[in-house]
């Protein structure tokens, strides 16, 4: 397997500092993007804390016998804890957070893990699909059939998270094996991106442009041109023939 892989974030055209962060594993193991929260320096601290702490549990563990699935597991506990620690030691920063999305390549398997509503998309021909599944109270009151997908779109709670790193509830760690194939796309991003630009624009954008380094640039202009209220940050992967042990 050979991979491709970009990274870009951007604080956008509103917000004075940018609260995201992202994780590019050299070796092309692992991807994080994260999306902290709760002010300026909390969201800051939150989101580098996630991306550092998981990263490098990820690299301490990484030959270990443990499944895919409990080491991803385990990454977001580790980051949990750190966040909560750092919380007990600087109260100014006690409400902060951070959503967590992490593709990892390990075993000759795709896993993915997610808490908040940073997404995972997955474009296989002319098809994306969505497939991390947002812990927000418009999600939620999307499944139960309170809301309609478009109403959601302008619902004053839509940025409200059920779940996020930097909490003692921390109830739900998102978890799952993705199916991978040679040409697939693989998109991850903050809800800087998604707020803009529709799934239809996103695709487009994946389909016509073939360097990961070009798309996620062309992705984040695309979103401040429609007017870039909030950090951005992008991930773009490109698989190159089929997974091996390699990975």
Known sequence: ???FFAGLTDPGLLRANNQDAYYLDPEGRFFIVADGMGGHA???EASRLATDVMSAYLNQHWCLAQSSKELLHSAFLSANEAILKDQNHHPERSDMGTTAVVLMFRDEEVWS???GDSRLYRLRGAKLEQLTEDHTWVARAIREGELTPEQSKSHPWRHVLSQCLGREDL?????QMVTAQAGDRFLLCSDGLTEELSDQ??????KSIRACEAAV??????AKERGGRDNI???VLYLQ???SSAS
């Open 113 to 115: 893990a997610h808490v």
């Open 217 to 222: 640039s062309t992705l984040v202009e695309a």
């Open 233 to 235: 940050t992008v991930v």
């Open 42 to 44: 909390g969201g800051q």
């Open 1 to 3: 397997m050979k991979l």
């Open 171 to 175: 109830l739900q760690i998102s978890l």
């Open 241 to 243: 023939g089929e997974l």
């Open 201 to 206: 624009v996103i695709a487009g954008q994946l």
